[in-house]
Structure formats: C-alpha cells, structure tokens
C-alpha cells in the first residue's frame, strides 16, 4: 500500500490512492511522476497551486474506509484502548462486525483480532476494508456470537450488538482471568440490561459505564469558539473484567 497525501497550508488535505496516474483536484492537476516525490517536496498543480507530499498512515486510510452500518467513533475506540491496555501480543474477539471500524483499528494494534457478524452484506464490506488496509491478522466470521466463541484466552471482547446480556455466558468460556468484555449500546434500557445480568455473575465485574462527549472548537486568530455543528453524543460504553 503505497498511497499518498497532498495537503495545502491551509489545512486541506488529498488521499492519492493511485499514484500511476495523474491526480485531478480543485486546484488543478499534478503529474504523476510528481507524486512519486519524497516526502515533505512541493508539488505545484498546472495553476501554480502549492502542495506538500507524504506517504499516508494507517490512520489517513482508515478514515477512508467503506461504511454501511454506523460505526464506533475514534474517540470511542480510544477509550476502549485505554482502558484496556491491549497491545500488540493482545488476542481480541469483536461483534457484531458491522463495517468493521472497530475490528480493523484492533488489529492495527494486536495480535490477532477475530470479527463476527450474521449479515453477509457487513462482511463483504469488512473484507473489502481488510484488503484496502491490508490487515492480514483480521479474521472475518459470518457467524452468530450467541450460538458460541471459537477462540479461547483472549484478552479483549467487544460487543456491539442489540442484546449483548445474550452473550455474556459465552464470553466468559473465552475470556482469560482479568480479560475484559465491553459492550457498547446507543440506548440507555440496553446498558441496564447488560449491567443487571453482569451484576449476578461473581464470574465478572463491572468496572464502569461511561458517555464520552467531545467537542471540538474552531481557532481562527482571536475567533475561538466551538464549532456550531458537531456530533457529541455517540453511545454508551460498559467495562467488565473477567475475575
């Protein structure tokens, strides 16, 4: 994976996916023996527009990769890493994969992430965003987690389905001593519901629920104030640990 990006000093910025061929923007058009510059080279458009040149990270690519059902936020995901502590000898199972946002940032940092979902429709795209980010420790199951988890000792399940209490007891045969279970529900009534059937296992312990509100701002010299339209709210997340 060899892409590309092209930023102005204003900010904006280009995602070059191919670099064989000449890219075309609002600026104009650069060559594509330019695109193979070094990184950090000006390249100048046919209008003389400036733009600097780099090769893209994970994350560039990732915040391009295909959706279809709403996926979990960066800043969810970063709490879930925190928390957690999971790095790159982790074994992480997650579900339902949905565009597998989730799935994909795990693996950039585990070991080996296993991703189930029931819809063949979401794992087509979480195949087509495995191959784009060329994850090849991704396992993609068309699978009901309800009805069981293969893998075994994992340090990290994470749930993002419409019943996840159903896969607590499973769960808990695939969890190591001291693993974690999160679950990550858009509504209030299904944080209860997993949290009351957590709260009768001694098997478990629920560490906390938690709404992570981020506001971003807009810093333009002595205008500073927050941006007036933004997503604020995005779901609720629970933290359990396998004792």
Not at 58 to 70: H, L, N, P, T, V
Not at 83 to 92: A, C, H, L, P, W
Not at 104 to 124: G, H, S
Not at 153 to 170: G, H, K, M
Request: a positive charge; one cysteine or more; aromatic letters at 8%.
């Amino acid at each position: 994976m060899n892409h590309k990006i092209l930023t102005t000093k204003e900010g904006k910025s280009f995602y070059i996916k191919d670099i064989s061929k000449d890219y075309h923007c609002q600026f104009g058009f650069i060559k594509s023996n330019d695109l193979k510059k070094k990184d950090g080279s000006i390249i100048k458009t046919n209008t003389k527009k400036e733009l600097k040149i780099f090769t893209a990270d994970f994350i560039d690519s990732y915040k391009r990769i295909k959706r279809g059902a709403q996926i979990i936020t960066r800043k969810d995901i970063g709490l879930i890493v925190a928390e957690t502590g999971i790095n790159k000898n982790s074994k992480v199972v997650d579900a339902g994969a949905g565009s597998g946002a989730l799935a994909c940032f795990l693996a950039n940092l585990c070991k080996e992430v296993t991703t189930y979902d029931i819809r063949e429709d979401f794992i087509k795209i979480v195949e087509h965003n495995k191959e784009f980010l060329n994850l090849k420790n991704l396992k993609i199951k068309n699978k009901n987690i309800y009805k069981g988890i293969d893998e075994k000792q994992l340090d990290l399940i994470t749930l993002d389905l419409p019943e996840p209490w159903l896969a607590i007891p499973n769960a808990k045969k695939s969890l190591k001593i001291g693993g974690f279970l999160i679950s990550y529900s858009p509504t209030i009534p299904q944080v209860m519901d997993f949290v009351n059937t957590i709260s009768k296992d001694k098997d478990f312990m629920h560490v906390k629920t938690v709404e992570l509100i981020q506001r971003e701002w807009e810093i333009e010299e002595r205008k500073v104030r927050p941006i007036t339209t933004q997503t604020v709210h995005t779901g609720f997340l629970s933290f359990i640990r396998r004792v």
